[in-house]
């Protein structure tokens, strides 16, 4: 044979070579994307999974006419809330408490703070008629809740929320309601500074969005 036509015969051993390990390794990762896509991804147990995968935004609606509610497991998986709950404790929560019960400063409640995400457990700190403010933190960490004129500690220290140069919209909510805490609503935070998911990002928050109170 010549030397072309042995040139010729190399590159297509060449050709169909990387051919086949394209087809090979396609074939491998469609197996990978069907595998993974087939694997149920992994939940934490919660309020939503062990009430029958009740959506989020039916949970209040739960026997609404019934109060209180049942009750349900709740696993907490927030660290900032330690003291109360800890880590990965599960508890107990009395659907449907606050249609029948007056909210009061103290309690752990389960809170829907979003229509599509689960609730989280958070510590009634303030409600209807309590007076509060939030001043600038004296070390710079944001602002401190002042709560019937007298600044908020929790876990041995100053309560802080936010960022020093704006102001939260609890602050906004203060000034513009002659600093009172109007009924239906509640002010809702963590154990430690600063918590997520609470009044701190959100101001106060209505009762209608308290789901439960827990009991232990």
Not at 57 to 81: H, M, T, W
Not at 87 to 104: A, F, G, M, Q
Not at 116 to 141: F, Q, S, Y
Request: aromatic share 8%.
């Amino acid at each position: 044979r010549s030397k072309l036509e042995r040139g010729c015969m190399q590159r297509k051993r060449i050709h169909w070579s990387f051919a086949a390990i394209t087809i090979v390794v396609t074939v491998i990762i469609a197996i990978i994307i069907f595998v993974r896509k087939d694997k149920a991804p992994e939940k934490e147990p919660n309020i939503v999974t062990q009430l029958g995968g009740v959506p989020v935004a039916e949970i209040y609606r739960f026997d609404q006419d019934v109060c209180p509610g049942p009750k349900a497991s709740f696993k907490n998986l927030d660290l900032n809330l330690r003291g109360y709950v800890e880590k990965d404790e599960t508890v107990s929560v009395t659907l449907n408490w606050y249609r029948c019960h007056p909210p009061k400063v103290g309690e752990i409640v389960l809170y829907r703070f979003s229509w599509h995400r689960e609730p989280v457990l958070k510590r009634i700190v303030a409600t209807e008629g309590d007076r509060i403010d939030l001043v600038l933190d004296p070390e710079g960490r944001g602002w401190n809740l002042v709560l019937n004129d007298k600044v908020f500690e929790s876990s041995g220290r100053r309560y802080f929320i936010g960022v020093p140069k704006v102001a939260p919209p609890l602050k906004l909510y203060a000034d513009a309601n002659d600093h009172v805490l109007k009924p239906g609503l509640v002010v809702v935070l963590s154990s430690h500074p600063p918590g997520e998911n609470d009044s701190g990002w959100f101001g106060p928050v209505s009762i209608q969005d308290i789901v439960g109170i827990v009991e232990k």
